[in-house]
């Protein structure tokens, strides 16, 4: 079956332009969450989502970053006034329940490139 | 401290060489572990999970040590396929998990 997809997978931006980045999970997964990967870093955290749960955003790190999920199923999230330092692959992940015992399916990413 | 620490490598080993790599972790209260692979700008995959009692998979073995939160994971055999970053996740008190920077493998001929 179709797994998590990203758009774009590539994105250029000029400094102080606002993007948006948007997920689609796997079917029937209520959980999704937003990971962010530096070059060479590893992923940090960004924001989940649980079924109808408000969000846990305690990862955004600046409150030029939010996101949204419409419907319980696909997920947006906006970075306004972009920053060189917001360049990074910004990485979707969804899982069937959200238990911290389940396996997180990624999407191939999105790689912002902020010039 | 880093709540979840591993050797970044790269570990450079020979076909048919067994390989291990180790993991930390800070949060006592951590319930789930799992050991994820990620290619080279590709996204990450869950490689297998680790179970109090160890578990292994063909070639890879796993292994939890609460007393001293410590994760390693045994690859043998290794293969040129293998060659991969393995990321060390752990579950924070809540559900969310906190991967590690990532052990980096290259396997050669």
């Known amino acids: 079956g179709a797994g998590v997809s990203q758009s774009p997978s590539n994105k250029v931006t000029e400094k102080g332009k606002d993007v948006e980045l948007r997920c689609d999970p796997i079917?029937?997964?209520?959980?999704l969450y937003w990971y962010r990967q530096s070059l060479g870093q590893g992923l940090e955290f960004l924001i989940y989502?649980?079924?109808?749960?408000?969000?846990?955003k305690s990862g955004l790190p600046s409150d030029r970053f939010s996101a949204e999920r419409t419907g319980g199923s696909v997920s947006t999230l906006t970075i306004q006034r972009t920053q060189q330092e917001d360049s990074a692959v910004y990485l979707c992940?969804?899982?069937?329940?959200?238990?911290?015992?389940?396996?997180?399916?990624f999407g191939p990413g999105t790689r912002l490139l902020v010039l | 401290r880093k709540e979840v620490e591993q050797d970044p490598g790269p570990f450079n080993v020979p076909e048919g060489a067994t390989v291990a790599f180790n993991c930390t972790y800070s949060?006592?209260?951590?319930?789930?572990f799992f050991w994820y692979r990620q290619d080279c700008r590709k996204e990450p995959k869950l490689l297998m999970s680790?179970?109090?009692s160890g578990n292994e998979d063909g070639r890879f073995t796993a292994q939890l040590n609460r007393a001293s939160q410590y994760i390693s994971l045994l690859i043998r055999d290794s293969k040129l396929s293998d060659s991969a970053t393995y990321l060390c996740?752990?579950?924070?008190?809540?559900?969310?998990?906190?991967f590690g920077t990532g052990t980096r493998l290259q396997v050669f001929p």
């Open positions: 992940a969804s899982s069937f329940n959200g238990g911290y015992q389940e396996t997180q399916y």
């Open positions: 079917s029937g997964h209520t959980a």
């Open positions: 989502f649980q079924g109808n749960s408000a969000p846990d």
């Open positions: 949060n006592s209260a951590s319930q789930s």
């Open positions: 680790v179970y109090s």
């Open positions: 996740v752990v579950n924070s008190n809540t559900d969310k998990l906190i």
